[in-house]
């Protein structure tokens, strides 16, 4: 257990199947459930409460049915990266899901911003779980009242689990098919030992969590993502969406350097890295192409899956073409790199007609 966003966090389970790696084998081949009620749920509604969210975030709010979730980002006066979120259409107003470690500054940042008739409330009442792995679908079915079959991946619905109420969203932070279950803190408790008692479902820590996003090319906030870096550096230009891009499609914080550089480029990339060897590239470590430092890892570590270390990293553009041979410096030594696609390992998303 460590502290973490103000929470005391599990890094890995004991048991037969505990472990980092054990756990992140488990998530990739059967259900992983992860305890995420750090995370910061929000509920943003009232009149004018689309285009004051509008005025905030660089998403196209009027396009979105009921149960429709889209990634999103919260941005500074400069285009800076303050978090990314989740965006959910509920009804007559919006739940936002934010990272942990920054709920409070982007609670502080929308009640700044959104106008009074808008109200913002903190769903400090409801945790939040989220199962992944391709027989999450299988486990949660078995424990579930209501049909969530036609959930594909980004929709999300009304359900109960043992009579308890719960948002599911076919959603989650692995790559892998999942759900994210919002239900009163009160029951969670229980919803969880229920959903442990399924024999596809073991429960996961954040070690494995960790790796199983960065093989899965998704940036974490405070690493990958900062109010250092553009979306567009981060190859996030899904998050904002087209109408938002285009001159008529009215202001959001830094819309003026994010349309500059969509037009122009940007000076560096997030890129994918593949290490020879064994040993990773972490957090920190310089990246080289020859004797120039061109960039700096952001994430690093070991893929259970692939075998091999990898890592993502920010490097100058010159060098960010796929197969472009560099190094990066892990104690003393140049480890052979080589810019690859991201992400490391195929998502296995449920999408519609698959």
């Known amino acids: 257990m460590v502290p973490f966003a103000g929470y005391e966090m599990p890094i890995q389970y004991a048991g037969e199947h505990g472990g980092i790696v054990a756990e992140h084998n488990w998530t990739r081949t059967h259900a992983g459930l992860f305890d995420v009620s750090h995370m910061g749920q929000l509920y943003v509604s009232g009149e004018g409460a689309e285009a004051a969210l509008e005025a905030v975030l660089p998403i196209d709010l009027s396009t979105m049915t009921v149960g429709q979730v889209r990634y999103s980002l919260l941005l500074d006066e400069n285009g800076g990266v303050l978090d990314d979120l989740m965006v959910t259409r ?13 709920k409070w ?40 009242e209501g049909d969530f079959s036609a959930l594909t991946f980004m929709r999300g619905g009304e359900f109960a689990i043992d009579g308890v109420p719960a ?28 959903l442990l008692d399924q024999p596809e479902v073991q429960p996961i820590g954040l070690g494995a969590r960790d790796s199983l996003r960065l093989e899965a090319g998704l940036p974490l906030y405070g690493h990958d993502l900062s109010p250092e870096t553009s979306p567009i550096e981060a190859g996030l230009v899904f998050g ?31 890129v994918g890295l593949a290490l020879e ?29 692939l075998g091999y270390p990898i890592a993502m990293a920010y490097v100058d553009a010159a060098s960010a073409a796929q197969g472009s041979d560099l190094t990066c410096e892990v104690r003393g030594k ?7 696609p991201l992400p490391f390992v195929p998502h296995n998303y449920h999408r519609k007609g698959a």
Do not use: M
Not at 254 to 268: D, L, P, S, V
Not at 334 to 340: G, I, K, S
């Open 167 to 194: 948002w599911i969203s076919r959603s989650g932070y692995t790559g892998e098919d999942g759900f994210e279950i919002s239900v009163p803190a009160a029951e969670v408790a229980r919803v969880a030992s229920l």
């Open 334 to 340: 140049h480890l052979p790199a080589r810019v690859v």
């Open 277 to 305: 060897g064994r040993l990773p590239a972490r957090e920190g470590a310089d990246v080289y192409s020859g004797d120039i430092k061109v960039g700096t890892v952001t994430s690093g570590g070991f893929s259970p899956t």
């Open 90 to 102: 509920w009804g007559t107003g919006f739940y936002l899901v934010v990272n942990g470690a920054t």
């Open 240 to 270: 904002i969406n087209k109408r938002r891009r285009a001159d008529t499609g009215g202001g959001f914080p830094g819309c003026e350097r994010i349309r500059r550089e969509i037009a122009e480029g940007t000076g560096r990339k997030l």
């Open 105 to 144: 500054d982007d609670i502080a940042t929308l009640r700044e911003h959104l106008p009074d008739e808008v109200s913002l409330n903190h769903l400090e009442d409801s945790a939040l779980l989220a199962l992944q792995g391709p027989e999450a679908a299988t486990a949660l079915a078995r424990v579930t």
